[in-house]
């Protein structure tokens, strides 16, 4: 069961749009998307379980002349040695690609939890309420 809330607030400089969703499985997911006069290029994703932010990594998608995209994803903060984090940065960034987005994305995952059901709960939840927040 989802339990979510979402805010806008704005200013004439500033708007910040977020979503919050809490899951069964013990964690709150944050969206969060700011544009500064109206031009967007970041989203900021939140999963945490021990509530604090854990490990941030960053990923954008990679311009260039392949004519697959190709995405970077790198650990800003925290744990370097865990690939699921990695990978589950991966997917969202590809999912995000995939639906139209140029922007870079932040993911901030404080998990209890490093195991593939999680990271496909995160995944899964993520790519059902993005659109919402676009």
């Known amino acids: 069961m989802y339990r979510g809330t979402r805010r ?3 200013s004439a400089a ?19 998307r700011a544009s500064h006069f ?20 960053f990923a954008r998608k990679e311009e260039g002349l392949a004519v697959a995209p190709t ?3 790198t650990v800003v903060f925290g744990k370097r040695n865990e690939p699921m984090l990695v990978a589950c940065a991966r997917q969202i960034i590809q999912y995000m690609s995939d639906t139209g987005s140029t922007k870079a994305l932040v993911l901030s995952l404080g998990l209890r939890d490093h195991s ?11 790519k059902e309420k993005l659109p919402e927040i676009s």
């Open 38 to 57: 109206n031009h967007s290029k970041l989203f900021q994703v939140l999963a945490s379980q021990i509530g604090s932010m854990g490990t941030i990594l």
């Open 71 to 73: 995405f970077n994803v």
């Open 116 to 126: 593939m059901e999680t990271m496909k709960a995160i995944v899964s939840t993520i």
């Open 8 to 10: 806008k607030s704005s």
């Open 14 to 32: 500033m708007q910040i749009t977020f979503l919050s969703i809490s899951l069964p499985y013990g964690f709150l997911i944050s969206v969060e």
